[in-house]
T-cell receptor, first 115, second 110 residues
Framework: GAGVSQSPSNKVTEKGKDVELRCDPI?????LYWYRQSLGQGLEFLIYFQGNSAPDKSGLPSDRFSAERTGGSVSTLTIQRTQQEDSAVYLC?????????????FGSGTQLSVL | GEDVEQSLFLSVREGDSSVINCTYT??????LYWYKQEPGAGLQLLTYIFSNMDMKQDQRLTVLLNKKDKHLSLRIADTQTGDSAIYFCAESGGRRALTFGSGTRLQVQP
């Protein structure tokens, strides 16, 4: 079956514009994660959705960042009024959730460049 | 500070063994993981170890866990050029999402 799909694969935007990044998880996976990977940095946790539970938003760096997951499937990460420091690769992952061990399947990421 | 720490870079010659180290802080972690990221791709799960184990072997990969020191290592035997990638360790602490280290870039010299 298909893996985790992210779109667009590359996004170039101007400072101050809003962007939307999309993630299609693996069918049947109840858990969905967003991470950010900056040059020279590790993976920074952003937000985690698990089934119908309230999402864990503890990793969102500012109120310019938000994410939603509609119908327990597709997720959109929105960054408002983008800044140059938002430039990074945004990675989405999904898993069966609440399983041990928890195996995450990652998409190829969206490379965001803010000029 | 970071919950999971790794050295940033390791260079080895083809055929040698590689050892990538990781330290973590959450003693409640049930599983510890190693993920591999090849250029331009997302991360792929390489292997994992249950926190009650101290060693796991899977073909060329050996994972060692020292729970007392919260130290995890990944040994790759007979390292090949195809093993060149970034390796991330990760730990899970209950219901929250996995916490990843900064990644170790492994460069294999022919």
């Amino acid at each position: 079956g298909a893996g985790v799909s992210q779109s667009p694969s590359n996004k170039v935007t101007e400072k101050g514009k809003d962007v939307e990044l999309r993630c299609d998880p693996i069918s049947g996976h109840t858990a969905l994660y967003w991470y950010r990977q900056s040059l020279g940095q590790g993976l920074e946790f952003l937000i985690y959705f698990q089934g119908n539970s309230a999402p864990d938003k503890s990793g969102l760096p500012s109120d310019r960042f938000s994410a939603e997951r509609t119908g327990g499937s597709v997720s959109t990460l929105t960054i408002q009024r983008t800044q140059q420091e938002d430039s990074a690769v945004y990675l989405c992952a999904s898993s069966l959730g609440r399983s041990s061990p928890e195996k995450l399947f990652f998409g190829s990421g969206t490379q965001l460049s803010v000029l | 500070g970071e919950d999971v720490e790794q050295s940033l870079f390791l260079s080895v010659r083809e055929g040698d063994s590689s050892v990538i180290n990781c330290t973590y802080t959450d003693s409640s972690s049930t599983y510890l993981y190693w993920y591999k990221q090849e250029p331009g791709a997302g991360l792929q799960l390489l292997t994992y170890i249950f926190s009650n184990m101290d060693m796991k072997q899977d073909q060329r990969l050996t994972v060692l866990l020292n729970k007392k020191d919260k130290h995890l290592s990944l040994r790759i035997a007979d390292t090949q050029t195809g093993d060149s990638a970034i390796y991330f360790c990760a730990e899970s602490g209950g219901r929250r999402a996995l916490t990843f280290g900064s990644g170790t870039r492994l460069q294999v010299q022919p």
